[in-house]
């Protein structure tokens, strides 16, 4: 289980400042993951596999040299097929990844705006479950008691808000979700494919959430399969190829461009 | 990443609009942890609290299983190993129960982190969080425990007539040392338990050998005089020792238990916290 990510930065300018109308910067990052080459599930067959020299690993790079940047307060879409890197890229901006080689730089406090009804648990209320995701979402006890009510007002639970969360539909566990996450005053927004959400009617209020933030000049990062939402709420987009910057540019530009390959 | 926040204050670390992270400017990851943990305090408290309530939510007896279950086992194991193969211990059912406490505990509490940690993983690596909080969350849920079963420890105690001095003041030093042992052993079970599903299997029989390794049911008397050196190179012996000594004889803990106690349960934390810590980044890489 030795690290292979330790990051490796002796390619990158250390004394270079970071301009302070730039929210994200990516400098030549490339994350690779280092998998068992036949995924091992047992502690028994490591150990055999280990004594035995058996164990082979193979590397995945998830993005290849990709250097980017995100000015304060644009909304920037990133577009590309599955495997093309961009959900590896959002976790970068989330800190959950650490970048294998190059550097990565972000201004201000950021919000994944990610399905983290993981985080539920069935038998809480609703409102204790809005203290339990806050907390998880790094908000303290009293940042929390502070938004209480608009989380509960903007999921339209107040009814059913002392009810354990078992007795909620999907929609409705959906609807808290992602009250709690844009209740947050972020100064960069992630967003992953989340407005897949409620019904139409929810979603609609969704999309006006986003364009409120973008509106007050909050960062975005933007991924999406939706070309149309692209093309509505960014201004710039970049492409994604197999871990590789494809194009960059105006939203319509790289959507045309992706659309057509 | 503190430094660059002028408002480091009450609400822990606040990143404001010119906080910038850098990844090529990182504290060692045992440090940064340590930090990370510090803001994300209310987490630990709101996942203690979650278990708590989830626990008594579904159970009509609630609190009352947490107490009765250790006085149940003990009354069983009272009436096998004291009756049936006559084990002479004065006081036997304190001194049973007391060891049974500490190491429940123990056991537990590593346990339940490494299901925390499993549970967590799933959503570290969609979100930031410092993953050492769901071990401590753990074990402070353990702490609870334990104080709500000090009442029948008490309650027995009381019947015995054993009495309760100034010795037992270092009953908190104790249950701290415990605690700081279990995390550090906790911080290694998942560690690995995040890798491999067959790994908890393997801990859980380990666990059980290590319980009838440990003085916890016999006292260390019964041990052949040639061996129990070994069985003192088992920082769990003296954990319990320690404990033990004020509940079972209203004696203090004998100095020569303690310092081994105190020097494995730091060495123990430190070790896990640096492994997990060193470790911890990959837990994202596992899709």
């Given amino acids: 289980m030795k690290s292979p990510t330790a990051p490796d930065n002796r390619n990158t300018t250390e004394t270079e400042t970071l301009s302070p109308d730039t929210a994200i910067r990516i400098d030549r990052v490339t994350v690779r993951y280092r998998l068992p080459h036949e995924r091992i599930h047992t502690f028994k067959e490591y150990v055999i596999r280990m004594l035995r020299g058996q164990l082979r690993m193979i590397d995945h790079l998830a993005l290849r040299d990709v250097s980017m940047e995100v000015r304060r307060g644009e909304v920037l879409g990133i577009v590309g097929r599955n495997g093309a890197g961009k959900s590896t890229l959002l976790k970068l901006a989330a800190r959950v990844l650490q970048p294998t080689e190059g550097r990565i730089r972000i201004r201000g406090r950021v919000a994944p705006l990610l399905d983290v009804g993981g985080g539920f648990h069935p038998e809480l209320t609703g409102h204790e479950n809005i203290f339990l995701n806050g907390a998880l979402l790094g908000l303290s006890r009293a940042e929390i008691t502070r938004r209480l009510d608009s989380i509960v007002e903007f999921a339209e639970l107040r009814d059913c808000i002392e009810s354990p969360l078992r007795t909620y539909s999907s929609g409705m566990i959906a609807r808290l979700g992602f009250a709690i996450a844009t209740d947050v005053e972020p100064d960069i927004l992630l967003i992953d494919e989340i407005l897949a959400v409620g019904d139409e009617k929810f979603r609609a209020k969704c999309a006006g959430r986003i364009r409120r933030f973008r509106d007050a000049g909050t960062t975005i990062v933007l991924v999406s399969h939706d070309m149309h939402m692209v093309r509505e709420l960014c201004g710039r987009a970049v492409w994604l190829n197999k871990g590789r910057v494809e194009g960059e540019g105006t939203a319509d530009e790289i959507v045309t461009l992706y659309s057509r390959a | ?287």
């Fill in chain 2, 1 to 287: 990443m503190c430094e660059h926040s002028p408002l480091a204050g009450k609400t822990g670390c606040p990143e404001t609009a010119q906080t910038v992270f850098d990844s090529a400017h990182r504290q060692p990851p045992a440090i940064e942890e340590l930090v990370q943990l510090w803001r994300y305090r209310d987490l630990v408290a709101q996942l203690v609290i979650r278990n708590i309530k989830a626990r008594y939510k579904r159970s009509v007896l609630g609190v009352v299983w947490t107490m009765l279950n250790p006085l149940l086992m003990m009354a069983v194991l009272s009436l096998v190993l004291h009756g049936l193969f006559g084990l002479r211990v004065p006081n036997y059912s304190a001194y049973l129960l007391a060891g049974l406490l500490l190491w429940q505990f123990f056991a537990q509490a590593t346990l339940a982190s490494t299901s925390e940690i499993v549970w967590g993983a799933s959503l570290v690596k969609r979100i930031y969080v410092p993953r050492t909080a769901f071990a401590v969350a753990a074990v402070g849920n353990g702490l609870v425990n334990l104080a709500l079963s000090l009442v029948p420890l008490a309650l027995i105690m009381a019947v015995l007539g054993i009495p309760v001095g100034r010795a037992a003041l270092t009953i908190p030093v104790s249950v701290l040392l415990t605690a700081m042992f279990t995390l550090g052993v906790a911080l290694f079970v998942s560690s690995v338990a995040v890798y491999f599903a067959d790994f908890m299997e393997i801990y859980q029989v380990a666990l059980t050998a290590w319980m009838y390794l440990t003085p916890v049911i016999y006292p260390i008397d019964i041990v052949p005089e040639r061996y129990r050196w070994l069985f003192k190179l088992n920082p769990m012996c003296h954990l319990v020792d320690i404990f033990r000594a004020p509940i079972h004889m209203n004696a203090l803990p004998a100095m020569e238990s303690l310092c081994a106690a105190a020097g494995a349960s730091v060495l123990v934390l430190l070790l896990g916290w640096l492994f997990f810590t060193r470790n911890s980044d990959e837990i994202a890489y596992r899709a």
